[in-house]
């Protein structure tokens, strides 16, 4: 059974920083590409961060600079290490999972306050 499984979320002030975590099981998960999307409220989800099976990262301009992807291969884990987050960061993070099959997770709340 695939299950990605998302955490860390929570609710900082401007300017402080949240890891999201998500925690894969049921498939390959080193031949798979890995990504990040949010979804903030009345908005279209959109694309934050992504890593390759080959580590290779890309990032949408608004978190360049401030949002840092990575993957543990061992734990199955794929991780977004948020800083400097901004009141326009708030929204529901997704996990996604991308090879031949793609799957999402249930997403973890960010909340920024001002």
């Known amino acids: 059974q695939v299950q990605l499984v998302e955490s860390g979320g929570g609710l900082v002030q401007s300017g402080g920083s949240l890891r999201l975590s998500c925690a894969a099981s049921?498939?390959?998960?080193?031949?798979?590409?890995m990504s990040w999307y949010r979804q903030a409220p009345g908005k279209e989800r959109e694309l934050v961060a992504d890593?390759?099976?080959?580590?290779?990262?890309y990032y949408v301009d608004s978190v360049k600079g401030r949002f840092t992807i990575s993957r543990d291969n061992a734990k199955k884990t794929v991780y977004l290490q948020m800083n400097s987050l901004k009141p326009e960061d708030t929204a529901l993070y997704y996990c996604?999972?991308?090879?031949?099959?793609?799957?999402w997770g249930q997403g973890t709340q960010v909340t920024v306050s001002s």
């Open positions: 996604y999972a991308r090879s031949v099959r793609s799957y």
């Open positions: 890593i390759t099976s080959a580590g290779a990262t």
């Open positions: 049921g498939f390959t998960f080193s031949s798979y590409g």
